[in-house]
Nanobody
């Protein structure tokens, strides 16, 4: 089992920045990659970004590329999502997820473990 705990969400004005953190514990050696997803009210959960834990390769959704940066600190077992130039449409519950698949994926079904989420609200 892998436990994931997100933090760092909050309320920010449009154009502002936030950094989300995802701390992992448990059988983390079984994870190959970590991802961030988000779910706005009344909408499906969408992929935002993913990173491999070995070499730090990254993958971004078009909607966040150039504004968000995913990174990891393996010693701390923590993955980060730096979010800049935030827009009201970035408002969502942000989830961290862990995958044991040997490839980066934007598909929820490829992720085995999920956190409880942290709320990000961007005001206009």
């Amino acid at each position: 089992q892998v436990q994931l705990v997100e933090s760092g969400g909050g309320l920010v004005q449009a154009g502002g920045s936030l950094r989300l953190s995802c701390a992992a514990s448990g059988r983390t050696f079984s994870s190959y990659a970590m991802g961030w997803f988000r779910q706005a009210p009344g909408k499906a959960r969408d992929f935002a970004a993913a990173i491999t834990l070995s070499d730090g390769s990254t993958y971004y959704a078009d909607s966040v590329r150039g504004r968000f940066t995913i990174s990891r600190d393996n010693a701390k077992k923590t993955v980060y999502l730096q979010m800049n130039s935030l827009k009201p449409e970035d408002t969502a519950l942000y989830y961290c997820a862990a995958s044991s698949r040997p490839y980066l994926s934007r598909n929820m079904v490829d992720y085995d473990y999920w956190g409880q989420g942290t709320q990000v609200t961007v005001s206009s």
